[in-house]
């Protein structure tokens, strides 16, 4: 798998999966060489995919953590997904078809999902991969983790398994969020 070099105005380069990934997702990646490091969300959900950007839904705490955690000077709006190479972060998932919720996922969702985050890692090189949310990481790994840093690296790529910060994941509190979006900044200085 390769990428090619998108013609948008960008601090960063971007590069993308080619028109077969944007045909199979609602939601294109975002992605560079050398990003700090790289959020991979379980899927698009509907609200999300009807606003054609990621983590759309007002409830979802990422854009807020993002900012709050320090990867972002000023909170962004889901819309403003494009402006993160600015800031050295990557966007992509780990399944890509859209579902109500991540419940509605099927191990057939994250075929393939692992040989694409091996590749972004050895071409982009980003120095970690933060996985928003267990079932993210579980399904491109079929294994389960606890949330932190994991054991498992991809090349030189740190892997980090956030809380999912959908507002279906009220049993984790913003603080506890807070608290591991800032440790996966800290690691990725």
């Given at each position: 798998?390769?990428?090619?070099?998108?013609?948008?105005?960008?601090?960063?380069?971007?590069?993308?999966?080619?028109?077969?990934?944007?045909?199979?997702?609602?939601?294109?990646?975002?992605?560079?060489?050398?990003?700090?490091?790289?959020?991979?969300?379980?899927?698009?959900?509907?609200?999300?995919?009807?606003?054609?950007?990621?983590?759309?839904?007002?409830?979802?705490?990422?854009?807020?953590?993002?900012?709050?955690a320090g990867f972002t000077p000023r909170l962004l709006e889901p819309g403003e997904y494009r402006r993160l190479l600015e800031f050295g972060v990557g966007l992509t998932n780990a399944a890509r078809r859209t579902t109500r919720g991540s419940g509605d996922l099927r191990a057939a969702d994250f075929e393939g999902a692992r040989?694409?985050?091996?590749?972004?890692?050895?071409?982009?090189?980003?120095?970690?991969?933060?996985?928003?949310?267990?079932?993210?990481?579980?399904?491109?790994?079929?294994?389960?983790?606890?949330?932190?840093?994991?054991?498992?690296?991809?090349?030189?790529?740190?892997?980090?398994?956030?809380?999912?910060?959908?507002?279906?994941?009220?049993?984790?509190?913003?603080?506890?969020?807070?608290?591991?979006?800032?440790?996966?900044?800290?690691?990725?200085?």
């Amino acid at each position: 798998m390769s990428f090619r070099t998108c013609r948008e105005p960008q601090a960063a380069q971007p590069y993308d999966q080619g028109m077969h990934a944007l045909a199979e997702s609602a939601i294109p990646d975002v992605l560079a060489p050398g990003l700090v490091a790289i959020f991979c969300g379980i899927n698009p959900g509907r609200v999300s995919a009807a606003a054609r950007a990621p983590f759309a839904n007002p409830r979802n705490d990422f854009w807020r953590l993002l900012h709050a955690a320090g990867f972002t000077p000023r909170l962004l709006e889901p819309g403003e997904y494009r402006r993160l190479l600015e800031f050295g972060v990557g966007l992509t998932n780990a399944a890509r078809r859209t579902t109500r919720g991540s419940g509605d996922l099927r191990a057939a969702d994250f075929e393939g999902a692992r040989e694409r985050l091996e590749t972004i890692a050895a071409q982009l090189r980003p120095r970690a991969i933060g996985f928003v949310g267990k079932a993210a990481y579980q399904g491109v790994f079929r294994e389960r983790s606890e949330h932190g840093l994991q054991e498992r690296k991809l090349d030189d790529t740190q892997l980090f398994v956030l809380p999912s910060t959908s507002p279906a994941n009220a049993a984790v509190s913003w603080d506890e969020r807070l608290r591991w979006f800032r440790a996966l900044r800290d690691l990725t200085r």
